[in-house]
Structures are given as C-alpha cells and as structure tokens.
C-alpha cells in the first residue's frame, strides 16, 4: 500500500488503462492543458500522444456522440467535464443513444464509453456550478453510476469502469480530490461496480453514505461512538446498480437507517433507498428511517447562505442522536473557520 | 482618428470604468470576502465601451459568465453588481447568482448566466419577443469564442436568420476557452463570422484592440440590426490578460507565452486612447469614476447579508 491522494489515483488509473489497452482514448476539455482536470490528466499525453489524448471543442452534446460512434467502432472512450452541470448539455446523447443502444438492438452492439463528472461544492459555486444530480443518471436503465470516495476505490472502480462494456457515469465530488488514502501497489487494481462497502461496522444504525458525505460520516460515527451509539458506515461506491443485498443484511443487524445524499432530496438516490428499506423492513424497523439531504432548492451563491444549506458531519450527529431521543451537544466539534473550503488547499475560485 | 474627440472620451472613460471596477476586485479577491469565482474582462474593455455608445437602457442584452464588463456597459449598477459579489442582501440578484449571474433589468441587461452558450438562445429569444410586440429595440448577444462550439450557437443564429429577429450578436474572440486555444478547438483559416455568414446572417469582423475599427464596424452592425429589424453577427478580436477565472496573471503556467500578453498590452486601447486625448479634464472624470467604485465596494461591505429562511421564497414565482 502506498498513499496516494483521490486525483492521483485518478490519473494512475488513466495510466493503467491507456498503458494496457489500445483502444482507450481520453478526451475533454482541459485534459491536456497543465493543471490536467485537477492534476487527474498530467502527463497523459506525452505518455500515449494527441491522437489518443486530446483537448476538445466546446461541444459536449456532439462529443458524447462522438464517443457513442468511438465505441461501436471499436474505441473505450474517456471523457471529463470539469462540471457535471456543462454535461447536461449532453443529455440527448447519453440518454437517447449511449444508455439505450445495446436494448434498443437487441443487444447487437453495446456503448462502452466512461464519462467522468465533477460535482463542485463551496467557494460560491452557485446555481450551475454544484448540481449533483446522481439520481438522473441513475433513474436511467443502461447506464452505471459510480461515486467513489476513497482514493483506492477511485482507482479500482475507474479502471472496473473504463472496462466495463455500458456507459458509465463516473461522478467525482470535488473536494475529494486531494483526500489521501492508501491505494494498492497492484497496477491494475480493481474494484467491483455494483458492490458497496462497510466502512466501519456497528450495531446501533446504518448509515448508507455516498462520495463526499461518506467522509462527514466517518467524523459523525466517531463523535456517535463517544456518545454510546455505534454506527455502521455503508459507502455506497455505486449508485446505479445499488448493491441492495449488504444495506439489507446491515439494517436487519441494526434495525435502524439513515441514508445521507449530497443531492437534494426529492426524488434522490437516498429517497428510494430510504423507499425500499421501509417496505421490506416495516415492522423490523426500530424508528423511522432518515434522510440528510440538501434541502430541495438550488445551490445558492452567497457564502451567507452556503452555510445553512450543505450539511456536515454536525447535522449527522444531531439527526441521529434524535432517533435515539439523545441530545449531543456538537457545539464545539469539527468547527472550522469556513464552512465553504473542504480544507486549506482550496484557495478557490474553482 | 476619425472619431469625435468628445466621443471617444465617453469611450474611454467607460473603458476605464470597467477596468477600475475589474481590477478593485482583483486586488480585493485576496481579502477573501468575495467568495466566487470571478471571470474578470480586463483587456477586454473595449468592445463593450464602443457598445455602450450605441444603445439604450431600453434595448436588451444578455451575456455569460464574464459578464461584468458587459453589465456595466449598459449602464448596470455597480453597487449592485459588487454587493452581488459579495453575496449580500443588495446584490442584483440577491447573493443567490454571484459574478455568474448578473441582472439589472432597469437597464435592459437581462441576465447573464455560466453555462457556455445558455444565453445565445435566450438573446435570441427577447428578438423574437420585440419582433412580435414590435418593439422598437435590439437584443444584443454577448458570446465568446468557445460557445460557437456549442450546437445551440447554431440553432439559435439559424432561427434568428429565418424570422428575420432584431439580434446582434457579439462575438469576442479572446482566442482560448478556459486554458484551450482556438487552434485545439476550432478549423485554422476559418473565422468565426464566416461560420456565422454561411448560416445566413449578415457579418463582419473587427479589431477589438483598435477603436477606430471597433467603433465603425459596432455601429454598422447595431444600425444594421435597428434599419433592416434583421440579426447581425460581428466577431472582434481581443485578449484577456488574467487567468481565465480569478484575480491574478497565470502567463507562466504554460498554456500561452508571455510574449502574448506583452503584445496585447503593448496595444492597450486604454493607453493608446488616453495618451491620444492628452486631456487634462480626464483626470478628474477619472477620480469621480474612481470614488464611486469605492463607494461600491464600501456599500457591498456594509450591505446586510441575505437570510437563509428566505431562499425558498424563489423558487417559484407567486401566483398574482
Ligand atoms: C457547457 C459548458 N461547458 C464548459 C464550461 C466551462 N467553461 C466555463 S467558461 C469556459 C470558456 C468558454 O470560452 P469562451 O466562450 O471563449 O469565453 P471566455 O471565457 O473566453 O470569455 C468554459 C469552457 C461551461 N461553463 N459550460
Ligand atoms: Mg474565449
């Protein structure tokens, strides 16, 4: 094991893949210019030249198109936006042609196309600059969505992902991208779609977290523990196909849930899973299941409002102190002098 | 110089103006009360300076995430324009938009928005609406180079080219998107407003950095837009000199050469105008301009910050 941080692991998964198939190119706006995406695309073009590396005209519709084209000819797409929210011009390509291809021809061809989203967070990101919208694409049949929040699984479920014969939603949170964690010396390393993990394992509750929430969650069980309430942290890792099976064998242990989502919460990846927890364990549940979600408006702008709008591992703490009729005092834990920076490193403006 | 003394003083100081107010937030950024990302348009200011002389509050314009200049330019307020920076109460659009997300619609800016190409429809969109109210205005589009990359550049100048809307579309070519140049995103030896005149709209080409050029070709293409009620499409060279987003200089990070920039501010319009007026009375139009920028960021500073409970006030319009 080594530590790398989440956009390393990110960029050696692009290595590995590029270095061991052919046929995966990498394109995007920005991926070759010298901050590379957030360091994730350096060197990628001197190490495997422009025509399997390259930069790209302002034209995300076209280019999802493109890489659709790529694909059944023979090629394993990889494209990067900065923002998930500029992708969103690309929805007729994703949706109407790149989700459905391999169904709508009876499986005669099929879309083998990763295609990597940042979700930004903090520094005024604003209205179109922080949409996580994981729950579109996953409402989608034929499409994977993968959020990753620990550099070793950036790594594994890219490369599982770049590999994978469907279209692939690959979602990065932003402040992510300088987390460090260990990720294995295995080159190839990979890590299952469809499969969550535990985190930590507890008895009390299950959390079922995603990306950037699962690291407020970890701070949160820590603070539950010293207060008596053991938590069991399941890290989704893939939000489409959900791996239902793990989050079952947990709430039967615990007889509790809490899902946190780091979209808002109407129609969210956490409203459903909350759904079909509360059917199958209606009378094993032990107090309502939760959610810790955005509140169902836009991301506002004003560093006045951010505050009150993203949720942190305080608002976890209080929410499930309340379903256990606790009151914890969280005054003092995990303040930070700006609610809007996931630490010192992001100076922003992006 | 073919153009009036008197005339290219409002020029300048509108330019100059512009600058001011982009170059306060720069050196203020550090400060870290502006908490956005800002897209500045310094070495830009001339297009919309010559612009500005040319319409009215009553006609309409739009623009995109480097709007600040634009917004100015039509006369936007500035106290409101940098409270919005600072994400207060006061700001145009209440803190919830940010630099982003510009409006002032006492002056027929219309809203300026950050997705590349979001607005050229929308423009296109308030032509059609004066052409059906017959409404005796314009609706002018502010783009960059990158967004006629997008499809709706082209579905939005080829509908506006079929009903025939009262558009102007104003192109400014700064040569890169974000950190990518032209050269990676678009055919060499072919420019912009060719495209734009095979899709059926009269256009033209200017030099963005020369206001003898910058100032014809505008109000060619503005009176060409107001006589004929028909779109126009004008590409004008110019440069921004700082990073794509932020406050500093990023000529060193390798994307473009230094020697770039130096060319371009070689050409400065601001310093090539002002050393032409040679006129004494600037300098106190200037410390006006100057205070009231001032007077901006104190009131900004001093503006009550927006409340939380209030945000979901606009989602929805009320129902009258
Ligand atoms: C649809 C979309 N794609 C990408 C981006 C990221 N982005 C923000 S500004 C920008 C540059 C656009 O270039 P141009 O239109 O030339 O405007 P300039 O920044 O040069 O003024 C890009 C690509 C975005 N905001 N929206
Ligand atoms: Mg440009």
Redesign the pocket.
Known sequence: MRELTFSKAINEALETAMRIDDSVIKYG?GVTDPLGVFNTTLDLEEKFGKDRVFDMP?S?NAMTGVAVGASIGGLKPVMT???L??FL?AMDQLVNNAAKWNFMFGGNSSVPITIRLIIGRGWGQGPTHAQSLQAWFAHIPGLKVVMPTTPQDAKGLLLESIFDPNPVIFLEHRWLHNMVGDVPEDDDFRVAIGKCEILKSGNDVTIVSMSYMSIEAIHAAEKLTENGISCEIIDLKTVSPVDWETIYESVEKTKRIIVLDTSSEFASIASDIVAKVSTKFFNVLKSAPQIIALPDVHSPTSYHLSGNYYKDAKDIVVEIANMFDKNIDVSDFMTKEHHDIPGDWFKGPF | MKIDKEILKKIYLTAFKIRKVEEEIADRYKEQEMRCPV?LSIGQELVPAVYSMFVTENDYAVS???AHAHYLSKGGSINKMIAEIYGKETGCSKGLGGSMHLIDEEVGFMGST????GTIPVGTGLGLSIKIKQENKISTVF?????TE?GVFYESLNFAAVKDLPVLYIC?N?M???YSNLEVRQPKNRKIYKLAESIGIKSSHANGYDVEDCYMKLEEAINYVKENKKPFFIELDTY?YRE?CGPNYDNHIGYREEQEYKKHLEKDPLNIMKEYLSDESLDIEEKKILEKIDDAFTFAKESQIPKYENIEKYIYKEKN
Do not use: C, K, M
């Open positions: 706006l302002t995300e936006h900065q923002r929210d500029f011009l | 897209h995109t995430h480097r950050a997705i590349v190409g783009l960059g180079d990158g967004s997008e400014e700064n890169y998107s974000v921004r794509h």
